[in-house]
């Protein structure tokens, strides 16, 4: 049984970038569609406005749990892989910057596969720490060559688009509001905290692709009930997470039932890319066990054949104190 590692946040950005996760990500979903994956469904407890989350996977010969709380002073998740097989410690990683291309990574596979050939115009709501990678994913898989960013903080919307002016060498507009930023736009990502809808149809060019990424709990919500109305293909990363936890859907599906939903893995399978006569399609994420196994086994693969990562030793068993006298 040989010793696990520990991937700090440097190892892991050393390791990966966004271009290879999305790699890792389609090949984790086709593994998924043939039955050689499986999600453990994500828990949430929430407790205030802040949530403690845990979601897992088996994906080859590991199994692995990511857990984290999401609170306003900040987050720090981890992620932990064990030998399918024996139970043992395969490696813990630090899974900040992993968890950021993971869930950019994933919106960039449903857009290659669900978004039309040419996009040159990008909307996005929402500036906060998941809105770089999703930019990037966008970029890894269309040739984009102008961005359309919203914030209803003006100050955070002017920060974040010289931010990605200096990391993706592209135009970026500072919108005045949803509307302008999806005016044109093939592809639009929300990406926010909202707990109120901020986009309707209304606002959306026919043959758009939308990401809607940024209501993962129940007390948050992105895009109004219209927007189902015109859609013609939806996906999602995981569906009985969005049945528990995503309040759009839930209110739309739950009492029409939910034969339209389908997982982004079951698409892939299909070999169906975008028709031209579709209006909308809709990709819906709220993260998943499989996603972060994708990435987690990706990078122990690199790290084992590189040497990086801090090598730490098995768990030795102890028996416990069953009474004042145990040592």
């Keep these: 049984m040989s010793d696990a590692i520990w991937l700090t946040e440097q190892d892991v950005v050393g390791l990966m970038d966004l271009k290879d ?3 890792a990500l389609e090949r984790a979903l086709v593994l998924e569609a043939a039955g050689e994956a499986a999600n453990m469904t994500k828990t949430l407890l929430q407790y205030g406005t802040s949530n403690l989350h845990a979601i897992g996977a088996k994906l080859g010969d590991l199994v692995g749990t990511k857990t984290w709380a999401h609170t306003g002073g900040g987050t720090s998740p981890l992620l932990m892989l064990w030998d399918a097989n024996n139970g043992s410690l395969v490696a813990v990683i630090e899974a900040f910057a992993m968890g950021n291309m993971r869930t950019g990574g994933i919106s960039g596979v449903a857009a290659d596969w669900m978004a039309g050939e040419i996009v040159p115009v990008m909307g996005l709501v929402g500036t906060g720490k998941q809105a770089l990678s999703q930019v990037g994913a966008m970029l890894a898989v269309r040739d984009i060559g102008r961005l359309q960013v919203y914030s209803p903080r003006p100050e955070s919307c002017s920060a974040f688009a010289d931010k990605a002016r200096a990391e993706f060498g592209i135009e970026v507009v500072e919108a005045a509001s949803v509307a302008a930023a999806c005016a044109g736009a093939g592809i639009v990502t929300l990406v ?3 707990t109120t809808p901020c986009l309707d149809a209304a606002m959306l060019e026919p043959g758009t692709h939308l990401n809607a990424v940024g209501a993962i709990a129940p007390d948050r ?11 013609g293909r939806i996906a999602v990363d995981n569906l009985p997470g969005v049945q528990q936890l995503s309040r759009e859907f839930m209110t739309r599906f739950d009492a029409r039932g939910w034969d339209a939903v389908r997982p982004l893995s079951a698409l892939i399978a299909t070999g169906t890319r975008r028709e031209a006569r579709e209006d909308l399609s809709l990709f819906k994420a709220m993260g998943m066990g499989i996603s972060d196994l994708a990435m987690g086994t990706e990078l122990v693969r690199r790290a084992r054949a590189s040497g990086a990562g801090r090598v730490i030793p098995q768990p030795r068993k102890e028996k416990p104190r069953v009474s004042r006298r145990s040592h």
């Design 192 to 194: 926010t905290r909202a």
């Design 221 to 231: 919500e992105e895009f109004a009930q219209d927007v189902f109305d015109r859609v």
């Design 21 to 23: 996760a999305i790699g």
